[in-house]
């Protein structure tokens, strides 16, 4: 059975950082692309970054780019977001999905085979 495992998530003030992790179970078919989606209250899901397993290719959405980093242990099936100066509009529940059928700018809805549990976000 696929499983994603979020953890890392927490209250801090802005400008802080936070490093969320993700253990996804031993499922070469999990790991071909992989990435961290968010929602806020109220709003759609949105898709964050996003990183090609095996290759390294990375994409990032435009209003964290230069300060959220994603990475990947292969050895590990553990997939990160390091999250660095971080502003109250990063409040959110953070999800992690894979496999995502697009890496580059997923959608929340149909781009996305199994999702984590989710870890909350708040920066105050």
């Known amino acids: 059975q696929v499983q994603l495992v979020e953890s890392g998530g927490g209250s801090v003030q802005a400008g802080g950082s936070l490093t969320l992790s993700c253990a996804a179970s031993?499922?070469?078919?999990?790991?071909?692309?992989m990435g961290w989606f968010r929602q806020a209250p109220g709003k759609e899901r949105e898709w964050v970054a996003s990183?090609?397993?095996?290759?390294?290719?990375?994409f990032y959405r435009d209003s964290v780019k230069g300060r959220f980093t994603i990475s990947i242990d292969n050895a590990k099936y553990t997939l990160y977001l390091q999250m660095n100066n971080l502003k109250p509009e990063d409040t959110a529940m953070y999800y992690c999905?894979?496999?995502?059928?697009?890496?580059?700018?997923?959608?929340?809805?149909?781009?996305?085979?199994?999702w984590g549990q989710g870890t909350q976000v708040t920066v105050s």
């Open positions: 999905a894979a496999p995502l059928l697009r890496c580059s700018r997923p959608g929340a809805k149909g781009d996305v085979g199994y």
């Open positions: 031993e499922n070469s078919d999990m790991r071909t692309c």
């Open positions: 990183i090609y397993t095996r290759f390294g290719q990375i």
